[in-house]
């Protein structure tokens, strides 16, 4: 049973002093926010005008095709009990008709690797390894859909990707391949017309970078165009980025507001922002990465429920986006994404405490078949605990 210390709110355990002392800082905080807010407020009244005429109602949605969405999940972080680094992974597809579910699948996987190597190396190769299964995924799925939404953007993978090779984390051939499998599969779902990025948690500033190279305003290269668009787009309506910016891509504007807000300037700064952009495709070429797909891709944003902020999406040119948004039941009221991914999102979502209690599992069926097997139980013991003897968390 709860003590009444335990139920109390952690602010009143502190210190008289400390407490005034954080009372303080908080006032000055919302005192700066405050003023981040009206400084928005009042930069945002320019770029309604700049933006508006290209913000669109959406279609009338009288369709009802088969939507399937493909996510995965991973662990939070490593567990290292037994000696070796374990991660556990999911991915997961759900095919709907309106809100009719059709069918689901779902897979787990495990991810181990010595304790030797670097977390680095463990961490950017498990979140490649994902997106390997994913995208294996979508291709087994397209058969069985019209529209297929994927979680994340059609090449987000290749940056921590050149990350690894900075590292010389990408030497072993069984990285190669999966990398360059993982670029394969990419390719062939942008070219089959059905598959859509939903990039979840956007830092899309290409807003702020379109401002600051077109009107030399750099007072919103700090603010992403999710929190400007709340602000602008009603209900039912979308954005296509390319209505603003023609066939530049969005992800240049990005980087020139990322280069300005870390004070950067000068005549070549969309140049840099270019080069930077493309940086991954070029230096990974050898291992078939291409920059053409790139190129061709597109992104909108969608405003499907007032109150919450639009979903940014991503898709091939040769997706035509006023058919997908025609979709009856396309969205859910209550997250402002697309239905089918948030009920595999739901699906295969794994908990920072599972991983442990995997290990666990792992270690418990290694006590049982040993012992049952005459091994020593003291020998078994001391071989985990010598192996890594590590608090719970």
Known sequence: MASYVDELPEWVKLPLDLQHEFFRIAEEEAQRLIEIIKRIDENVKSLRSIVSPHIQAFPKQNRKSIIAAVDSSRSPRFSERLGIRYGVFATGVVCLRGIERRSERLEAGIFRRKQALSQDESRHFFSLLTTYYERKMALETLDECDILFMDGSFYGFVYPALDMKKLGLLESESKKRILKETFEMTEELRESR??????????????GGYMALEFGENSLVNVIDK??????????????????LGEKLPVIYTGVARLISKGESGKDIQKRAEDKAYEPFEKLEEYGVRKD????????????????PPCELEYPHTINLEEILSESELFNDATNLPLALDLVDNLVNISSKFTEEFVSEIEGRVLEAMIKDGGSLDSIKMFFAFLNPQKPF
């Open 194 to 207: 059905k598959v859509i990025g939903v990039v979840k948690r956007s830092h899309s500033r290409v807003l």
């Open 227 to 244: 929190h400007l668009l709340s602000l602008i787009m009603p209900e039912k309506s979308y954005f296509k980025y390319d209505s603003l």
């Open 293 to 308: 797909g790139l190129r061709s891709m597109r992104r909108a944003q969608v405003r499907f429920v007032g109150g919450l």
